[in-house]
């Protein structure tokens, strides 16, 4: 199980470096979403017939394209945080991101679902690069996200949620946009973190879900701990 914290990202905007590299950023921009567009429609009709046949559904498809001002604020930030860092080096994953809503009903098909529809994206020719899954107790997210790479080179997201993990997700979020602004006081990201995490708790957790590597051979469990 990976303990560690990913940092939370900074809520506040970003200064530009140089004209030279601006023009740099919004050429890998355009490029993230073109290729965003490019392999909208038949992943969003492949993903809308595997959730259906689970008896799920695909949610939130009008936010599926990351906004340019999003695409272009997070290339910064990473720039941010590393002052070497040259913009062709930036990887941004969820130009285009889906979420899939799977019930655990009956027992243990939020796990199968899982299962079988990142094997039959592989099969699609969809690489799957990473399977972060936050379902064990104890912090203030539960959910599986998925990294696929599709062959078009564009990294693309796609999470598994339960109808109770949404709604958490969705009344917590007040909190944690607070949370991750950079003058938040660490006493208070704190004290955030625990509103947060407590609701969690009542999550019921997909059977077979924590079991290693049960969902794909790159999946890892992830529990996330308070900010420091």
Known sequence: VDTSAPPLPAAAAVPTRSGGEDQAIDSLADRLERKARELEPSTTERLEKLAAAAGGAMVGLEHRFKT??????????????????KVVAVVINDALRYTM??????????????RSVLSELESAGHRI?????????????????????ADNGLEWELQFHT???LQAQKEGRPYYE???????????????FDKLAAPWEEIPIPKGVLEPRS????ERIILRGPPR
């Open 68 to 85: 340019r001002s999003s695409i272009v604020r997070k290339i910064r930030q990473r720039l941010s945080t590393d002052p070497e860092r």
């Open 101 to 114: 809503r799977v019930e655990d009903r009956p027992v243990g098909n939020y796990d199968r679902t899982v």
């Open 178 to 192: 607070e949370m991750r602004r950079v003058d938040t006081p660490p006493a208070r990201k704190r004290v955030l």
């Open 215 to 218: 969902l794909h051979a790159n």
């Open 129 to 149: 690069t990473e399977v972060k899954n936050y379902w064990p107790r104890g912090d203030n997210y539960s959910g599986v996200n998925s990294v696929l790479l």
């Open 163 to 165: 109808r109770a993990s």
